[in-house]
């Protein structure tokens, strides 16, 4: 048994500290809204976010960020991408050294395009990072529906610690060195997952969402692989699993909002409506700033970073995606 704070009570804290409690590990969940704390104690559920689901009477809450983090083994950062940096930042006078601080947010820090195990141990000098990622829904997680990530982390030892204190019967854990890879997957998807909610509001159809997905993983591989990451890794679960499940889920807050702004709502209307962080959209401006950074083509980021942030008429940004300069699939290699 390992004693775990899982930081963050939103619905992928909770449904993980939900795994972790069923796990037999002592388990306490934090979160700095007081109501959402003494919603939880009353009555085992999180109403809000994950409604009809009992949590387990183990399990521990808590709106103190010292009692979370003191003495355990693992620490499970939760919060949204965007206040990763703060919340970090608090946690800093509480970490004690070997702690291993296991990241489960999926985004790119906007401004510095730091991964967020790189703003964790910009925040918490010497701290221990594991990225954890893959397709998985927190709504179908807490319901013990079988999901399968990766632990990432180039220290493997700390990689098989994550691995072996996640591992169910229902949450298959695999291993990986290369936490760039994973961390960047898991944060483009989301961008890609906002244009193919645009594809669902215009009605464009499966054929037109099938070519987005499948130029997305060309897109991301393209990035990733001139940022250090494996091809492995990236065409793998955390990789092209993660962007299907995010690009086709019904669970999925970056379709979703993509979905109402081709439905002719703006960012801010489309962000208010799914009513939860759209992370997609932090990451974007990340994404493409990377691109040109290390001068990769990405047309797709390109115009989702057009359509949130200059106004771009959806239906056009689609209509210059189909009307690109003609181009060969692969290489020019092979012609006869």
Sequence with gaps: MAKIGVIGAGSWGTAL?????????????????????????????????????????????????????ADKEIVVLAVPSPFTRSTARQM?????????IVSVAKGIEDETYFTLTDVIEDE??????????????????VRQMPTTVVAACPKKSVAERVQAVF?????RVYTSPDMVGVELGGSLKNVIALAAGV???????DNCKAALITRGIHELGQLGLKMGARFETLSGL???????????????????????????????????????????????????HLSQKYGVEMPIISEVNAVLFE??????????????????????????
């Design 17 to 69: 500290a939900r795994l972790l409690c069923d796990n037999g590990h002592d388990v306490v969940l934090w979160s700095c809204i007081e109501a959402e704390i003494r919603m939880l104690k009353e009555t085992h559920m999180q109403q809000e976010k994950l409604p009809g689901v009992l949590l387990p009477e183990a399990l521990q809450y808590t709106t103190d960020l010292k009692e979370a983090m």
């Design 92 to 100: 800093a006078a509480y970490y004690q050294p070997d702690q291993v």
């Design 124 to 141: 918490i000098k010497g701290a221990v990072t594991c990225a954890l990622s893959g397709p998985s829904h927190a709504e179908e997680v």
């Design 167 to 171: 591992m169910s019967p229902v949450f």
């Design 199 to 205: 594809v669902d509001g215009l009605g464009y159809g």
């Design 238 to 288: 955390s990789g092209i699993g993660d962007l299907i499940v995010t690009c086709t889920s019904v669970h999925s807050r970056n379709r979703m909002a993509g979905y109402y702004i081709g439905q002719g709502h703006s960012m801010k209307e489309a962000m208010e409506m799914v009513s939860q962080i759209v992370e997609g959209v932090y990451s974007t401006k990340a994404a493409y």
């Design 311 to 336: 106004d771009k008429n959806p239906r056009q940004a689609v209509e210059d995606l189909m009307l690109r300069d003609r181009k060969s699939e692969g290489d020019d290699s092979g012609w006869s």
